[in-house]
């Protein structure tokens, strides 16, 4: 048996982490077993229609490495594969239902129903759809029929007993009839509910494994039921847990970090977030961290699929990110960092690519590069606490001796390269017999206005030529005197 699974978003414009993670698990246990990743859309709730939403959901999967074998533009026996263009399939097996007994035309307009369930609510009661139009004639529901008035088709569940199916991850899920409530199959706009087509399209397409949120666990019952009426085989059901912010809080789009986009945005890498994706939720049953997509691949089992809720630690997203930059192609993260240098550095004449050396190792997310950077455009404001290091021995004293001796031997150097402006101050400080560290430290304070920086003196010197460099050290000098007088 060929294993084929699907993921069928409804087109809402963002591509939710939690749905992005449920692509991936649909994609990893397809491919682990050879089998097809399907792709449907699922727009049926016509109100909700964004404009240029499947592009988001095209986008974004291709955009992860998950392509599908069958889906909207790709084609594929089971098409088509958006919900909307299959609106009139449905319909027929509605009817087919309610002729074996499965499902039944219901006729009560909204104020009933709301009245109702205001009268179940006032009795301390869950509202339940009260089987009412089950029990009108054959005569009476062709009258109305024939009559144009509008329906909607609803399932007839059982009311007693139980039903119950073996979900691979939570195991033997038993619930008892009564719960269920008899749920639309088809509005009144002729469309079917998502309750319905789900179960139309899954058979349809042949789908083997349904891999969706365990916000579905408790309507698969449902679902089972109206295969067992078709007499089809249901699908087996891998549900997972809902991906968390904490233990009290799901992802949510207030916080900004629900969507994929929000962080293909703020300059995380697709390879780091699908990496860390895959592990929330999953394990590989070693202390391996690092997989590419054809590794997840290889190493995925869904018997290591977690029950708990997965909690999605952006700190350890952040450390994953910095190391997929870190091992990153160099002319890659040149190309990536531009633009980011561009907001604080753009028209500065600043080498980008020897910056791009000094800051690929330290790059953890690229929003953070241009605050990093901006030292180089202009000089920040600084405390001169910075000129004090213990370990360098350094202080304020220290750093004028420093910048006094620097000062003529910067001004001296005649070809401005690292290797030269190295070399000059190595002599000066071997002659002044100084240490390096009570030299080099105030200088890259002086330069830089900061004690963290990309590269130290000598690289933050050269970056930013020899002019801006002695006009830095004059602004220390100036400042350290003033400090000095009080
Ligand atoms: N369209 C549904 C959703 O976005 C799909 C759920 C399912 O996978 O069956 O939640």
Not at 102 to 119: G, M, N, Q, V
Not at 155 to 170: H, I, K, W
């Amino acid at each position: 048996m060929e294993v084929r699974t699907r993921f069928a978003p409804s087109p809402t414009g963002f591509m939710h982490l939690g749905g992005l993670r449920t692509a991936l698990y649909n994609y990893l246990f397809a491919k682990k077993n050879g089998g097809k990743f399907i792709l449907r859309i699922e727009d049926t709730d016509q109100e909700r229609f964004v404009e240029g939403a499947t592009q988001v959901i095209y986008d974004t999967l291709r955009g992860c490495g998950m392509d599908w074998d069958e889906g909207p533009d790709v084609g594929g026996p089971c098409g088509p594969y958006i919900q909307s263009e299959r609106k009139d399939l449905y319909l027929p097996y509605a009817q087919q239902l309610v002729a074996s007994g499965h499902a039944y035309y219901c006729f009560c307009t909204k104020e009933e129903l709301e009245e109702r369930r205001a009268a179940a609510e006032a009795r301390g009661e869950v509202f339940k759809y009260d089987k009412h139009c089950l029990h009108l004639t054959k005569e009476e529901v062709q009258r109305k029929l024939d009559a144009g008035v509008p329906y909607v088709i609803r399932q007839n569940a059982p009311t007693e007993g139980e039903t119950s199916y073996d979900d691979l991850v939570f195991g033997h899920m038993t619930f008892p009839n009564e719960t269920l409530d008899d749920m639309v199959l088809i509005k009144q706009d002729g469309m079917p509910t998502y309750n319905f087509a789900n179960v139309i399209d899954d058979h349809l397409m042949g789908i083997t494994h349904v891999v969706r949120g365990t916000e579905y666990l408790s309507s698969t019952p449902k679902y089972n039921l109206l295969y067992a009426a078709f007499g089809w085989e249901a699908p087996q059901y891998i549900h997972l847990p809902t991906v968390m912010r904490d233990a009290h809080h799901k992802l949510s789009k207030r916080d900004g970090d629900a969507y994929y986009s929000d962080f293909i945005e703020k300059g995380y890498l697709t390879e780091a977030l699908i990496n860390y994706l895959a592990l929330v939720g999953w394990n590989p049953g070693d202390d391996r961290e690092f997989f590419t997509l054809p590794e997840l691949i290889e190493a995925f089992d869904i018997h290591r699929l977690n029950k708990a809720p997965g909690i999605f630690d952006m700190d350890k997203l952040t450390w994953f990110n910095a190391e997929y930059i870190r091992r990153m192609d160099f002319e890659r993260y040149l190309t990536m960092v531009t633009p980011w240098f561009d907001r604080v550095l753009a028209g500065k004449g600043m080498d980008y690519r020897r910056l791009a050396e000094l800051m690929q190792g330290r790059t953890e997310v690229f929003n953070r590069v241009p605050d990093m950077v901006r030292f180089l455009a202009e000089l920040p404001d600084y405390d001169l606490e910075l000129y004090t290091h213990k370990k360098m021995k350094s202080n304020p004293e220290v750093a004028m001796q420093a910048l006094t001796l620097c000062r003529p031997v910067m001004e001296g150097i005649t070809e401005w390269t690292e290797q030269n402006i190295h070399d000059a101050l190595m002599a000066a400080i071997a002659q002044a017999g100084m240490k390096n560290g009570a030299v080099l430290w105030p200088l890259r304070i002086a330069i830089s206005g900061q004690a963290n920086t990309p590269g130290g003196a000598i690289e933050i010197a050269w970056l930013l030529g020899k002019e801006e460099t002695l006009r830095r050290m004059d602004d220390g000098m100036a400042r350290l005197t003033r400090a000095a007088q009080g």
